[in-house]
């Protein structure tokens, strides 16, 4: 079955702290992994796109990374902001022509002043 | 306008009540999908819609869960007799490509309904 799980399920900081989430997955074949971003009240925005080729994609302050060979991805926030926060889900689809992703339950952060 | 929009964006019922969820997509884009969001849970995937072809059914919880599309348009939800469980924010996402999850195209999602069955 396919699976994606993330950690921490939430999380705190200050502003202009740095974090990183993690996401483990468990989908075959592996086609391509999303994070997105989920405003409270919102449809989550996607942040990065990888493929299995690539290793790391950045948007602004966000960098993703991904190791296909251990499954795992993580997404790096630079120096946050009080707009941060939002819940970040991981998203991962497989490939064999399948259209139906497999979405972790999110990581919930708040960034305080 | 822009992006996919829903309606209506909160919806309160009383339980054995049958109620309606709208979704415009991006206009051009082939591809739609439903997904029922429960609180501290993640996405859950309902129905996909691709052009004019079957959808795929295969996550609709039970037959009082149903949807409707018409070509690349509009798209309807309907939820029957209403029960406790179905309370949840139900979000709709179109995509442009042919291949939808496969591919790199971008599901652009919808604000979302919050449903509320009493």
């Known amino acids: 079955k396919n699976q994606v799980e993330q950690s921490p399920q939430s999380l705190i900081i200050l502003e202009g702290k740095n974090c990183t989430l993690q996401?483990?997955?468990?989908?075959?074949?592996?086609?391509?992994l999303r994070w997105y971003k989920q405003d409270t009240g919102r449809g989550p925005v996607s942040l990065t796109i990888?493929?299995?080729?690539?290793n790391t994609k950045s948007n602004g302050r966000y960098t993703a990374t991904l190791d296909a060979d251990t499954k795992q991805s993580s997404l790096h926030i630079t120096a946050s902001q009080l707009s941060d926060s939002a819940s970040y889900i991981c998203?991962?689809?497989?490939?064999?022509?399948?259209?139906?992703?497999?979405f972790g339950r999110g990581t919930s952060l708040i960034v305080h002043p | 306008g822009a992006g996919v929009s829903q309606s209506p964006s909160n919806k309160v019922t009383e339980k054995g009540k049958d109620v309606e969820l709208r979704c415009d997509p991006i206009?051009?884009?082939?591809?739609l999908y439903w997904y029922r969001q429960r609180l501290g849970q993640g996405l859950e995937f309902l129905i996909y819609?691709?052009?004019?072809?079957?959808?795929?059914k295969s996550g609709l919880p039970s037959d009082r869960f149903s949807a409707e599309r018409t070509g690349e348009s509009v798209s309807t939800l309907t939820i029957q007799r209403t029960q406790q469980e179905d309370s949840a924010v139900y979000l709709c996402?179109?995509?442009?490509?042919?291949?939808?999850?496969?591919?790199?195209?971008?599901?652009?999602f919808g604000p979302g309904t919050r449903l509320t069955v009493l």
């Open positions: 998203v991962v689809s497989a490939g064999g022509g399948s259209y139906i992703p497999t």
């Open positions: 996401c483990n997955y468990t989908v075959s074949p592996f086609s391509n």
């Open positions: 990888m493929t299995f080729s690539e």
């Open positions: 206009s051009g884009h082939t591809a």
């Open positions: 819609f691709q052009g004019n072809s079957a959808p795929d």
């Open positions: 996402a179109s995509i442009r490509g042919l291949v939808a999850a496969s591919s790199t195209d971008t599901q652009y």
